[in-house]
């Protein structure tokens, strides 16, 4: 099954995505060969859509997963949709296209076919990637996120990466970009939290008026590295209301919030190594809630975010920044 073939959307620069992703974050507690082994379960699955990023500390593991698959004969390098993102620590422009390449010298890749600003906060440079001052507090950078954004425009000139876009941006962030004087490449898509509990329908609706796709990480909610996420944080896929709806169609309560996101005309990325619930959230696509369901779901919405970067202290200042407020 390739990406031309696959359930895809056009992006606003002609390119292909498929709207199903799979994410490979894992938190530091799992081993980081269990990427390359999901990666390639996903692959064989049928997934088409590979989520990563520089933060992730996985593209090593990755990669050699990709290539694995395509020496095999299962994928052709034109079937796979790649994605990564330029680290908080590289948002200065001459910075952007380093990341870029440690990302594609780790991957093995001549190019990727996206590429994102993973968020609109700078962090001071280094080999740190997350630099904290003695009192723990983050250490910032200042930097004009449309500088950045014209260092990622010029990769893509250089064939580095064949789409351009955002993660964790708000709508005032996206509108810094879209307003910027001699914007060359518009975003393709805007990255960020959604799921059930945060709908995220006043983002949608803004980005759908500019032709931008939304995609949703954390789609699952089940995440739980307490680094990023509280511990008494609810659980979304115990949620009631979604398991009654997932007995109605004999589905998994993870199915119906994928098929949410799909439904709404959502990218969406699925995370898991765990090989039952990989082939689980592929099968997504033989089976369509109701209008009644949808709206069922669309009341689940309490602006609950479960990605908290008050955890790392971060000063107040900055956090509306990362937290991609509506």
Not at 9 to 38: C, H, R, W, Y
Not at 120 to 141: F, N, Q, R, V
Not at 161 to 185: A, C, D, M, R
Request: glycine fraction near 6%.
């Amino acid at each position: 099954m390739d990406r031309k073939h696959s359930r895809s959307v056009k992006l606003n620069d002609g390119n292909l995505m498929p709207v199903l992703g799979f994410g490979t974050f894992a938190p530091n507690e799992i081993q980081k060969s269990k990427a390359n082994e999901a990666t390639k379960i996903a692959i064989d699955v049928g997934f088409r859509h590979i989520d990563a990023a520089y933060f992730y500390q996985n593209e090593e593991e990755v990669g050699p997963a990709l290539q694995d698959k395509m020496a095999d004969g299962t994928v052709k390098r034109e079937d796979l949709f790649y994605t990564t993102k330029i680290w908080s620590t590289f948002l200065r422009p001459e910075l952007v296209h380093q990341c870029l390449e440690r990302s594609l010298k780790k991957l093995g890749l001549d190019y990727v076919d996206l590429c994102l600003i993973h968020a609109p906060i700078a962090m001071k440079p280094g080999d740190e990637l997350l630099p904290k001052d003695a009192s723990g507090k983050i250490i910032l950078d200042v930097v004009d996120i449309c500088d950045t954004w014209e260092a990622l425009e010029k990769c893509k000139d250089l064939g580095l990466t064949k789409s351009i876009g955002v993660s964790n941006f708000n709508h005032k962030q996206l509108e810094l970009i879209l307003n910027k004087p001699g914007l060359k490449y518009k975003p393709v898509c805007n990255q960020v939290e959604c799921h059930p509990y945060l709908n995220q329908s006043k983002l949608l609706e803004f980005c759908k008026s500019k032709d931008i796709v939304l995609v949703a990480h954390s789609a699952l909610g089940s995440h739980r590295d307490p680094n990023w996420i509280s511990s008494d944080s609810p659980y979304l896929l115990g949620e009631p209301i979604l398991k009654t709806i997932a007995k109605k169609h004999s589905r998994t309560p993870g199915q119906v919030a994928l098929r949410y996101q799909l439904q709404r005309g959502v990218v969406v990325l699925a995370k898991s190594f765990n090989e039952k619930r990989i082939k689980e959230n592929f099968e997504v696509f033989d089976f369509e809630l109701t209008p009644e369901d949808m709206k069922v779901i669309d009341g689940l919405n309490r602006n609950f975010r479960y990605i908290k970067l008050s955890l790392y202290v971060m000063p107040l200042d900055c956090l509306f920044a990362f937290c991609n407020m509506e």
